[in-house]
């Protein structure tokens, strides 16, 4: 991806898209005054940059109700990136986070159940090189999730 500057009009695309993907060019165009033209254009522009892509997005309790979980690896500071690529592999991981604080990296992953996380944790996550401790939080009611921040679902 190269460097992409998002000027007020793109911002303003992206948040009519985030309420409803599902909008025309048209009726973008209008809530915006412009010309569908333009909204085309830019939509297109964003989508090349890899800025802006279109999915769809399940309730994961489409999915058997999974566990949802917030994992927490503290890592050494020379492993975090080889750790974080190999985390991304895992198909029950759906983000992967570097982050600050308490934690080098926070995986949020979906499982069919709680015997399903721990022979992640331990099998997978805990045996990598560089790995010092991995804490876990099990989400038991969610209540509020936006799905434009991270979209969870089973494969």
Known sequence: ??????????RRILDELGDDARLSNRSIAQ????VEGTIRARIRRM?????LRFTAITDNRQ???????????HTTTSA??????????????RSVIITLGR???LAIGLFTDLDAMMQVIDQEITSLE??????????IKSIKYNERMAKLSVR
Do not use: Y
């Open 47 to 51: 989508q090349q940059q890899d800025v």
């Open 31 to 34: 809530r915006l005054g412009l």
């Open 103 to 105: 934690f080098n990296l």
């Open 1 to 10: 991806m190269t460097d992409f500057e998002l000027d007020e009009l793109d």
């Open 80 to 93: 975090v990136r080889t750790i974080a690529r190999t985390l991304t592999a895992i198909p029950e991981m």
């Open 130 to 139: 560089g790995v010092l401790k991995v804490e876990t939080s099990v989400v």
């Open 63 to 73: 999915h058997g109700r999974p566990r949802m979980c917030f994992i927490g690896i």
